[in-house]
């Protein structure tokens, strides 16, 4: 699923953003806190509007789509888990594929497999409240992923997790996503490094630079320098 943003403003918080995701590809939005990343996020499935320019999702405008239908086709993994308290592994993770209208045979094949990549077999009959916070953010994963979207969507899904299970984290998303457009949130550029093939930096609303990982060194705006500086 590709994304295009055309002169895409937002009062205060973007200013004429133009840059184009192709279908496929890895791409981690950073910068420092206010400089406009999860704006930019939230914008891709409709929970931001323009004030000016336009966004499209596979080659329509945003305002076009139906969004409920639209974010039923986009993975979102939020900082917190945000799982239903009340609601087993298991039927956090069916959440959208009984939107769908899945058979359940269907349904219960697919969390199964998708609990098993993810490092958690049989737990589909437990609760949130006696997963660690580690466990919570993998079943939010498998949550975003189970209907195998074209596109994922994540603001700093990671942050507030031990080095360890961070970086755990970070290549099961990697692996799990292979296949699917991914658009990352972070202030983290080691994990930037990690997550994208690509990185664009932001800045008041605006983009300084936007280079390939390979080439995310040779970037010389100060705010990139101060960046790879903090992350050595």
Request: aromatic residues 6%.
């Amino acid at each position: 699923m590709s994304v295009e943003y055309r002169d895409f403003t937002v009062t205060n918080r973007l200013d004429r953003l133009t840059l184009t995701i192709p279908d496929g590809e890895r791409i981690a939005y950073l910068g420092r806190s206010g400089a406009g990343k999860t704006t930019a996020l939230k914008a891709i499935n409709g929970l931001v509007r323009a004030t000016s320019g336009d966004l499209l999702v596979d080659g329509t405008s945003i305002a076009s789509h139906d969004l409920v239908q639209l974010r039923r086709r986009i993975g979102y993994v939020m900082q917190q888990p945000a799982l239903f308290p009340h609601r087993t592994v298991y039927e956090n993770i069916a959440t959208v594929p009984r939107l769908l209208q899945w058979p359940e045979d269907r349904t219960r094949a697919e969390v199964k497999a998708l609990l098993q990549k993810l490092e958690l077999p049989d737990f589909e009959n437990r609760y949130p409240r006696v997963l660690s916070g580690g466990e919570q953010q993998r079943v939010a994963i498998a949550r975003a992923l189970i209907a195998s979207p074209r596109l994922l969507l994540c603001d700093e899904p990671f942050s507030a997790l031990d080095p360890i299970i961070r970086m755990e984290l970070q290549t099961l998303l990697v692996e799990t996503a292979s296949d699917t457009t991914l658009v990352f949130v972070t202030h983290d550029f080691r994990e930037a490094l990690r997550i994208a093939g690509r990185i664009v930096f932001f800045d008041a609303g605006r983009v300084i630079a936007d280079a390939a990982t390979a080439a995310i060194n040779v970037q010389q705006h100060p705010l990139v320098r101060r960046f790879r500086e903090a992350a050595s």
